[in-house]
């Protein structure tokens, strides 16, 4: 990790998704994790199912971060998220 200030940690989340109301809610999700954390994070919508092939995927909603699948194919909860993200912060 460069230093993890709140400004930007340099860490990018994807979320794979059609635009069902799953992959929206998992979206929100993600941002408000992000923001109860006082996180910058770049999060990228990938709607492409070609992508979502390419990269293995076989249930959508999805969630990567820094191009490690860390969840497919559920919703977690923003809680779950916080944990996700943050132990994903202390891996760098």
């Given at each position: 990790?460069?230093g993890?200030?709140s400004?930007?940690?340099?860490?990018r989340i994807?979320?794979f998704?059609?635009g069902?109301?799953?992959?929206?809610?998992?979206?929100?999700?993600?941002?408000?994790?992000?923001?109860e954390?006082?996180?910058?994070?770049?999060?990228?919508?990938?709607?492409?199912?070609?992508?979502?092939?390419e990269?293995g995927?076989?249930?959508t909603?999805?969630l990567?971060?820094?191009?490690?699948?860390?969840?497919?194919?559920?919703?977690?909860?923003?809680?779950e998220?916080?944990?996700i993200?943050?132990?994903r912060?202390?891996?760098?």
């Amino acid at each position: 990790m460069r230093g993890g200030t709140s400004e930007d940690d340099g860490m990018r989340i994807e979320v794979f998704g059609t635009g069902c109301p799953k992959c929206n809610m998992l979206e929100a999700n993600v941002k408000k994790a992000l923001s109860e954390l006082n996180l910058k994070a770049e999060v990228v919508k990938i709607t492409s199912i070609d992508e979502m092939v390419e990269r293995g995927l076989m249930a959508t909603p999805a969630l990567a971060i820094d191009g490690e699948m860390v969840v497919a194919g559920r919703v977690p909860s923003v809680g779950e998220l916080r944990g996700i993200i943050q132990a994903r912060r202390s891996v760098d």
